[in-house]
C-alpha cells in the first residue's frame, strides 16, 4: 500500500491532499500542486490529467521544490501508485507504432536497444507480465515512461509525441 501527501505550495505549504491510490485528476481536489511526500510505496506523477505527459517515478521521502528540476514547473496534475509485481518479467517492443514493426522480447533489462537489437527506436509496446520504466535514451537516461499489463499501441496518445524509447527497466525492488 503506498501513500503520497500533495501540497499546493512548494515546501510542503497550503492545502494539501492525501492518496492511497492513482488519482487521474487533482484539480478535484488541490487548485496546483507543487510539492509532495511520499511516506510509503512508490508512485508516477504526471504533468498532465488523467496520467498524460511528462512523468516521473518518485520513491519513498520528500520533494519539496524537486518538480522544477525534474522539469514539472507546472506542477503534478495525476498521479499513479504502482504495485509492486512478484514473478516473471516479459515485454514485447515494437519498432513502429500499433505494434508493428521488429519485435523483440525482454525478460530482464536493457541499457541500449539499438546495439542488443538493432532496433532505431520503440515506438509501442505490449506488456505481457510486470512493470516497466521505457526510457528516451540509452543507459536509462531522458524522459521516462511507465507501463502496465497491456497494449500500449502509441506512446503519442499517451501525451508523449516525438518520444522515442531507447532502453528499458524492469520495476522490481525501486519501491521498497
Not at 510539492?35 to 490529467?49: A, Q
Not at 540509452?138 to 497494449?151: A, S
Request: overall charge neutral; glycine content about 8%.
Amino acid at each position: 500500500m503506498g501513500k503520497i501527501i500533495l501540497f499546493e505550495e512548494r515546501n510542503f505549504q497550503g492545502r494539501s491532499y492525501e492518496c492511497m491510490s492513482d488519482c487521474a485528476d487533482m484539480s478535484s481536489y488541490l487548485s496546483r500542486c507543487q510539492s509532495c511526500r511520499v511516506e510509503s510505496g512508490c508512485f508516477m506523477i504526471y504533468e498532465r490529467p488523467n496520467f498524460m505527459g511528462n512523468q516521473h517515478l518518485l520513491r519513498r521521502g520528500e520533494y519539496p521544490d524537486y518538480l522544477n528540476l525534474i522539469g514539472l514547473s507546472s506542477g503534478i496534475k495525476s498521479c499513479r501508485m504502482i504495485s509492486m509485481h512478484r514473478g516473471q518479467f516479459r515485454i514485447k517492443i515494437f519498432e513502429r507504432e500499433n505494434l508493428s514493426g521488429q519485435m523483440n522480447e525482454l525478460i530482464d533489462d536493457c541499457d541500449n536497444i539499438t546495439e542488443r537489437f538493432g532496433m532505431s527506436e520503440c515506438l509501442s509496446c505490449q506488456v505481457m507480465e510486470g512493470n516497466w520504466l521505457l526510457f528516451e535514451h540509452p543507459n536509462l537516461r531522458g524522459k521516462m515512461l511507465f507501463v502496465r499489463p497491456g497494449e500500449h499501441r502509441s506512446f503519442r496518445e499517451m501525451g508523449l509525441s516525438n518520444t522515442r524509447f531507447m532502453s528499458m527497466k524492469r520495476i522490481t525492488d525501486l519501491c521498497q
